[in-house]
């Protein structure tokens, strides 16, 4: 792997994303619109469960949702870079397809954990209390999400060439993934073939292992569907499938 | 020894042949050109040799590097400029020149440097902080070969470098371009379907549907012709016709009001047209075989010069059309 070649990848996301206000201002509105329109009304229908409000119950999905928007948008923007040329320039150039795909990700990571953080900082106007070792403890988790879920976008954006399908990877996989990530609603509580379904979606262990660090003494319906250490191997095990994955498609040569 | 080799490349994409077992070497410092109209196979040749694509058959070696085997160290060798602009819109100028220079890493004593010298090189300097998208397309190119230049490759390839720009900026990028292999050692790779364009090249090779029909110098190819053209403007053009017929026996034909005269040797001819029509006579032009008559000449088709319509076809497109109304 070449380094600098997989920091100025970085740094250009990073740079392009701090010039882009509007990107910035919508990535954070978005959490807070469900969090406090969407989280606020339901907690009206839905009692706490085993000292978990509503809204402290989908804290952690909300997190998931930041990332996971940040990072499929980062990484499909290389569709944006293959219908623009840019993407011929870092394909020509003498790094391994490996660098790209992690340099990728990692832009992605970091562009989606900052957001995170944003959100997370909000934890006291929920009624929540976390510690040093806590709040330290979800942005290890956020890291490790963003950058699976970023893998994951790197390998849909080699399916396509143009972004006239954005609207398609936003409504057949990034909403379902949204949805079915115990995000809303416990994946226990699904029917069958969701669950199914769920299990199979990267966020829902993302979203499950901050479910420990955001409620830990959360227990019934509202408590974690999953072991952390299950969790957090699921993660990083797909995380691995994901580059190799995108790395074996960004080798194809016509 | 050379420092492009193709051997019997051949790349189908299903039905089409973009590129029919073609061969030719380039020898170091010069300057070569792929020259051919839309759809000849000229970019499908250049994205082989620079590892984009892989060929259906047939060997590529670039620096003595086999482009399918050992793709990183060509890759390491080459720069190139796209058909298409590949610069990030959002970056600046500088920024975008920063990438490349990390990209291929550059040391980092000489990561600044390199990329100041070659923003002066092309006269960006002042403008090195202004996003890419203000640019002109002129400042484009030169900003993209600039780009092309950071790692110091031996050789340099540009797909149509001069498509859509206006005259003024395609000759400031020629007269660059061609200054090039003296400076820096670079072999420059070039493609273009501008006919004119390629006389600046060392040697030539003429595609057409995939193959290569002709290969040489610029001067040599348009030998084939075996002649110069006249066009000759006169009071009475179709009585200097019979005079031109019956004194020397020469075919004149007219076109868009000239008489227009092929003949072995141009030079000889004219004294004896003006002899022969006295002061009838108000204009001479002698032109020389250019490489659109030598295409013509080989495949019996003019190069279409599809795409966008610059304004000089339109303007005469216009003048068709009221000669034809009016
Ligand atoms: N990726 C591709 N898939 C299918 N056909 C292609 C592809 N790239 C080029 N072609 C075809 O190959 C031929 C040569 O194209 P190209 O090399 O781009 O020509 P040129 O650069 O000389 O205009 C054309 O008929 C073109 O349609
Ligand atoms: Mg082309």
Redesign the pocket.
């Known amino acids: 792997m070449e380094f600098n070649a997989i920091y100025v990848i970085v740094a250009r996301e990073f740079k392009k994303f701090v010039r882009e206000r509007s990107r910035l201002v919508s990535a954070i509105a978005r959490p807070l619109v469900w969090l406090f329109l969407v989280g606020a009304g339901m907690s009206r229908l839905v009692p706490p469960v085993g000292g978990v409000s509503y809204m402290q119950f989908i804290f952690p999905g909300i997190l998931g949702m930041t990332i996971l928007f940040s990072s499929m948008f980062s990484s499909i923007s290389i569709i944006w870079d293959k219908e623009f040329g840019f993407m011929k320039e870092i394909l020509v150039a003498p790094v391994s397809r490996l660098t790209i795909v992690v340099g990728k990700a990692l832009s992605g990571s970091i562009v989606s954990t900052l957001q995170a953080v944003i959100v997370l900082l909000l934890f006291p106007l929920l009624g929540l209390k976390l510690g040093a070792t806590d709040i330290i403890g979800a942005v290890i988790i956020c890291v490790l999400v963003s950058f699976s879920v970023s893998a994951f976008g790197i390998v849909i954006a080699t399916f396509y060439e143009s972004y006239e399908s954005f609207s398609a990877i936003m409504n057949f996989i990034i909403m379902p993934m949204f949805f079915l990530s115990g995000a809303m609603y416990p994946v226990k509580l699904l029917p069958e073939a969701l669950r199914f379904a769920a299990k199979l979606n990267p966020l829902t262990y993302g979203v499950d292992a901050l479910k420990y660090v955001i409620s830990p003494l959360a227990h019934g319906a509202m408590s974690p569907d999953f072991s952390i250490v299950t969790d957090l191997a699921v993660i990083v095990v797909l995380s691995v499938i994901f580059v190799f994955a995108g790395t074996k498609a960004f080798e194809r040569r ?1 | 020894m050379p420092i492009i080799k193709v051997e019997n490349l051949v790349k189908r ?2 039905s ?1 042949t ?1 590129a029919n077992n073609i061969s030719f070497n380039v020898e170091e410092g010069t300057i070569f050109g792929f020259l ?1 109209p ?8 250049i994205s082989i040799l620079c590892t984009l694509l892989g060929p259906t058959s047939g060997n590529a070696l670039v620096n003595g590097y086999d482009c399918t085997k050992e793709s990183s160290s060509v890759r390491k060798s080459i720069g190139i400029v796209f ?1 298409d602009t590949t610069l990030d819109k959002d970056l600046t100028a500088e920024e975008n020149l920063l990438f490349h220079a990390y990209l291929y890493n550059v040391e980092k004593a000489e990561r600044r440097k390199r990329v100041d010298d070659v923003l002066k090189l092309v006269d960006l300097f002042n403008r090195k902080d202004d996003l890419v998208k203000k640019f002109s397309g002129g400042m484009k190119r030169r900003l993209e070969v600039a780009r092309g230049l950071i790692h110091r490759p031996k050789v340099l390839f540009l797909d149509e470098p001069t498509l859509g720009l206006d005259p003024q900026s395609r000759l400031n990028l020629w007269e660059f371009i061609t200054a090039l292999p003296e400076k820096y050692g670079v072999t420059i790779f070039m ?1 273009t379907h501008y006919m004119d364009e390629a006389e600046v090249c060392d040697n030539i090779a003429i595609i057409d549907n ?1 193959n290569i029909i002709a290969m040489n110098s610029p001067e040599e190819l348009k030998k084939v012709i075996g002649g110069d053209v006249i066009y000759l403007k006169t009071r009475d053009n179709a009585k200097a016709k019979d005079e031109i017929k019956s004194m020397l026996d020469i075919d004149a034909s007219t076109r868009d009001g000239e008489l227009f005269i092929s003949a072995v040797r141009g030079d000889t001819c004219i004294p004896e047209l003006i002899r022969t029509l006295g002061d009838s006579v108000l204009s001479v032009r002698l032109q020389r075989p250019t490489l659109n008559d030598v295409f013509l000449k080989l495949t019996g088709k003019a190069i279409r010069e599809e795409g966008g319509a610059d304004t000089d076809t339109i303007k005469a497109e216009v003048r068709a059309y009221r000669r034809r109304h009016e």
């Open positions: 016509g | 994409f299903g089409i973009a051919g839309n759809s000849a196979g000229k970019t499908t040749t058909q493609t995939g």
